[in-house]
């Protein structure tokens, strides 16, 4: 019997996988991916030797639910039938709730948000524990999503919000890159150069915001009182920029309830 099952072995799946056995936190004889897809499950067997990927869920005594949200109670489920008793599902606005009545009575169900850099181990994660899951039922969950990055407990209504900021906060931030490498063709340089002086900017942009220094004051010291940075953030400001992103957030967060309902 396997420890841990983690159902679909796509990106974030195949990412969790990585990590457990990386850290050192599940062997891989204790591990079992599975997944559908059969061009995957080879993909998957050359990634991790000696771990069973497998079409549908072995025995197992705990499982990771990582496939798409609506097919995520029927996968809960179904590891439950074989055997698990704690199940940490990373789907989208799938509700505690609905995990508990598709896993039925006494199952430990924790409910998490991770997001897309758990891929290079830097993932930001949210998890909710269950009417059934006590301090070493989160714990467990903790360890997992802690494998891939930084892991936070909030309560579950916290969850949505988290969805519409850190879930999809990848994709505002790709955006901001594409639209700087845009501009930076505009202003006549060369594609491949932007590109790269771009992608430089946000990894020595991200290594500042690691120091623990606040965003604004990280900001200010760039801004000089009527230098170039502060026309740039004229326009930005102009255009309401903040108040763009406060939308996108918001309407992030409610489609997550909507998943949910």
Request: charged fraction near 15%.
């Given at each position: 019997?396997?420890?841990?099952?983690?159902?679909?072995?796509?990106?974030?799946?195949?990412?969790?996988a990585g990590g457990l056995l990386s850290s050192g936190a599940v062997r891989a004889s204790d591990l079992a991916l599975v997944e559908v897809v059969a061009a995957r499950r080879e993909v998957l067997k050359a990634q991790f030797v000696g771990v069973e990927v497998a079409e549908s869920i072995p025995a197992c005594s705990a499982a990771v639910i990582a496939v798409k949200p609506p097919d995520a109670p029927k996968a809960a489920g179904t590891a439950v039938a074989a055997g698990a008793q704690r199940v940490l599902s990373i789907a989208a606005g799938v509700t505690v709730a609905t995990l508990e009545s598709a896993?039925?009575?006494?199952?430990a169900v924790v409910r998490a948000m991770p997001n897309t850099p758990a891929l290079v181990g830097k993932g930001a994660s949210a998890i909710?524990?269950?009417?059934?899951?006590?301090?070493?039922?989160?714990?467990?969950?903790?360890?997992?999503?802690?494998?891939?990055?930084v892991v936070v407990r909030v309560p579950e209504p916290q969850l949505?919000?988290?969805t519409g900021l850190v879930g999809s906060g990848p994709a505002y931030l790709f955006l901001i890159a594409e639209a700087l490498i845009d501009a930076g063709v505009a202003a006549g340089l060369?594609?491949?150069?932007?590109?790269?002086?771009?992608?430089?900017?946000?990894?020595?942009?991200?290594l500042l915001l690691e120091s623990g220094r606040a965003p604004a004051d990280l900001r200010a010291q760039v801004t000089s009182p009527g230098g170039t940075t502060a026309a740039g953030l004229s326009v930005l400001e102009s255009r309401a920029?903040?108040?763009?992103?406060?939308?996108?957030?918001a309407a992030a967060t409610q489609r997550s309830r909507e998943l949910g309902a």
């Open positions: 019997m396997a420890s841990l099952a983690i159902v679909g072995g796509g990106n974030m799946g195949a990412a969790l896993c039925g009575e006494g199952v909710a524990g269950g009417h059934h899951a006590n301090e070493a039922d989160i714990a467990w969950a903790e360890s997992i999503l802690g494998s891939v990055g949505d919000a988290i060369p594609r491949a150069t932007v590109e790269s002086l771009v992608r430089q900017l946000f990894t020595g942009s991200s920029v903040r108040t763009a992103f406060i939308d996108a957030v």
